[in-house]
């Protein structure tokens, strides 16, 4: 079952889905405090690992041009961006938590 009217803030947005896992899928969230804390609550949550970052500015990855929350978690100095090597020439961009957060 999916939502039909959803308005202008949703414009180009993928549908959203009865059951869809409200945590991990961004995507989906309206823009405001408590996407922006959910995407907070993430990046603590992987700080110990390995792979401790948001990829950003990929094809099916947030994109920093037009998200309005990753700009002010930027901003706000919460976040901050990285480069990632991929081995060759080319880097990802990627979002850690700022330490002093």
């Not at 961004?26 to 823009?31: C, E, H, L, S, V």
């Not at 609550?41 to 990829?55: A, F, P, Q, T, V």
């Not at 978690?73 to 990632?84: A, D, P």
Request: overall charge positive.
């Amino acid at each position: 079952m999916v939502v039909k009217d959803r308005g202008p803030k949703y414009f180009g947005r993928k549908p959203l889905e009865v059951g869809i896992n409200w945590k991990f899928s961004w995507t989906a969230q309206p823009f405001g405090s408590k996407r922006r804390q959910d995407i907070l609550d993430y990046l603590r949550s992987i700080k110990n690992e390995d792979r401790n970052y948001i990829l950003i500015n990929r094809r099916y990855c947030l994109n920093l041009q037009r998200d309005p929350d990753l700009r002010r978690l930027l901003k706000q100095g919460k976040v901050k961006m990285i480069k990632v090597p991929t081995g060759g020439k080319a880097s990802y961009s990627a979002l850690v938590i700022n330490e002093g957060q």
